[in-house]
């Protein structure tokens, strides 16, 4: 009997069942190295239950981390030491402290002690301003910023001014008979006869040399607007005030000298940054108010 050498045909349909068995195994195999990636990272994320603390880490209480970072900068300020030289007693005392702290803070927020403790409250009222604040406290403004600062705020930058000034105070029936004449009014407050005569006496409101914001204090806005624009030696004509007439006699005026502002610069820094914080903490709490809630009490309104 004749053998046939010949290979015998492959159908179409033979091919076609076995590319569909090859599909389907690769999609099997694609399905299943997914699931087993999705596990891993499932089980490995920090939000989940582990048994490994992380390398960032020191601890895991009730898988919330107790930072590396924190246990060896504390570790330092207590004791003065880094890990390599603390004892055994020193990085357990740390390590206890700061897991102690974790777990009175977690056992704080089961009882929600923010909403009801004020000193919480104000903690974390605090911290949120901190942290919406953080760019502004950490950024370095450029030199050209800061001098466009001191230039727009010029009277920021100046030395206390400092006047020496009586204020005298007549009846308002004294008014017809004081002089009108600078020159004249000072020659007659100088002599005591006359300043009797005229029933004038001091009014005790400035206390001798005094800075401008004291002088202004004592004398109110009206008299003290007057007395910074009088000179050495200089008097005021008489001023009509509910309580009589009023003369200043300026003894001596310093006013105040701006400061250059390689001078200021550091008090041009802190404002230029308290600003910036102002504006920052307000633009947040925009946002919160936004996106809250708020009912107000109809009486309130």
């Known amino acids: 009997m004749a053998i046939d050498q010949e290979p015998k045909a492959v159908s179409w349909r033979n091919l ?22 999705a596990g891993y990272s499932l089980f490995t994320a920090r939000s989940t239950s ?58 704080g927020k089961e009882l929600d002690v923010a909403s009801t ?17 953080e760019n502004a406290i950490t950024s370095q403004p450029s030199e050209a910023a800061l001098r466009q600062f001191y230039e727009t705020h010029p009277d920021r930058y100046v030395s ?11 009846p308002s029936s004294a008014l017809r008979d004081l ?16 300043l009797a005569r005229l029933s004038g006496h001091d009014s005790g409101k400035t206390k001798g040399e005094e800075f401008y914001f004291a002088a202004k204090i004592h004398l109110g806005d009206q008299l003290f607007a007057t007395a ?30 701006p400061f250059g502002f390689a001078a200021a ?7 230029y940054r308290n600003q910036a914080i ?14 809250a809630n708020v009912l107000i009490a109809d009486d309130l309104r």
């Open 50 to 107: 582990t048994l490994i603390v992380p390398a960032e880490d020191v601890a895991l209480v009730n898988q919330q981390p107790v930072s590396r970072a924190d246990y060896l900068a504390l570790l330092q300020t207590l004791y003065g030491v880094d890990l390599s030289h603390a004892t055994q007693e020193q990085r357990r005392k740390v390590l206890d402290d700061m897991i102690r702290e974790e777990l009175f803070v977690q056992r």
């Open 278 to 291: 102002d504006r920052l903490k307000s633009s947040g709490e925009t946002f919160l108010r936004k996106r």
């Open 265 to 271: 610069r550091a008090q041009v820094l802190s404002d």
């Open 179 to 194: 002089p009108s004449e600078p020159q004249a009014l000072k020659s007659a407050i100088a002599d005591a006869q006359t």
């Open 160 to 170: 206390e001014g400092v006047m020496r000034v009586r204020d005298l105070v007549f």
């Open 16 to 37: 076609s069942q076995l590319n569909n068995v090859r599909t389907f195994a690769l999609m099997a195999a694609g399905v299943l190295i997914g699931l087993l990636l």
């Open 228 to 257: 910074r624009s009088l000179s050495n030696g200089m008097v005021s004509l008489p001023i009509q005030l509910p309580d009589g007439i009023h003369v200043l006699d300026m003894d001596e005026n310093r006013h105040p000298v």
């Open 117 to 133: 403790d004020p000193d919480v409250r104000s903690a974390l009222v605090n911290a949120v301003e901190l942290e919406i604040a």
